[in-house]
Nanobody, 125 residues
Framework: QVRLVESGGGLVQAGGSLRLSCAAS????????MAWFRQGPGKGREIVAAISWSGDSTNYADSVKGRFAISRDNAESTVYLQMYNLKPEDTAVYYC??????????????????WGQGTQVTVSS
């Protein structure tokens, strides 16, 4: 069982920045692909960014390309999501996810086995 704990959410004005962190309990973290998903009010859960087990490969949703950056520190079993130039439409609960199926930067929700509880990000206009 992999436990994922997100932190770093909050309220920020449009144009501001936040960094989300996700700490994993599993020592084999460095073999898992990791991703961030989000679910906005009245919307389904969507991919934000994914990163391969090594960190060498990343994928992003078109809506966040150039504004968000995913990274990982395998020594600390932590994955990060740095968010810049935040927009009101980025308002959502952000979830960290781990894949025990693939080590590639998969973007499909079905690849992800374990999920965190989520952290709220609210961007005011």
């Amino acid at each position: 069982q992999v436990r994922l704990v997100e932190s770093g959410g909050g309220l920020v004005q449009a144009g501001g920045s936040l960094r989300l962190s996700c700490a994993a309990s599993e020592r084999t973290f460095d073999s898992y692909a990791m991703a961030w998903f989000r679910q906005g009010p009245g919307k389904g859960r969507e991919i934000v960014a994914a990163i391969s087990w090594s960190g060498d490969s990343t994928n992003y949703a078109d809506s966040v390309k150039g504004r968000f950056a995913i990274s990982r520190d395998n020594a600390e079993s932590t994955v990060y999501l740095q968010m810049y130039n935040l927009k009101p439409e980025d308002t959502a609960v952000y979830y960290c996810a781990a894949s025990t199926i693939t080590g590639t930067a998969a973007t499909l929700r079905g690849y992800y086995t374990y999920w965190g509880q989520g952290t709220q990000v609210t961007v005011s206009s």
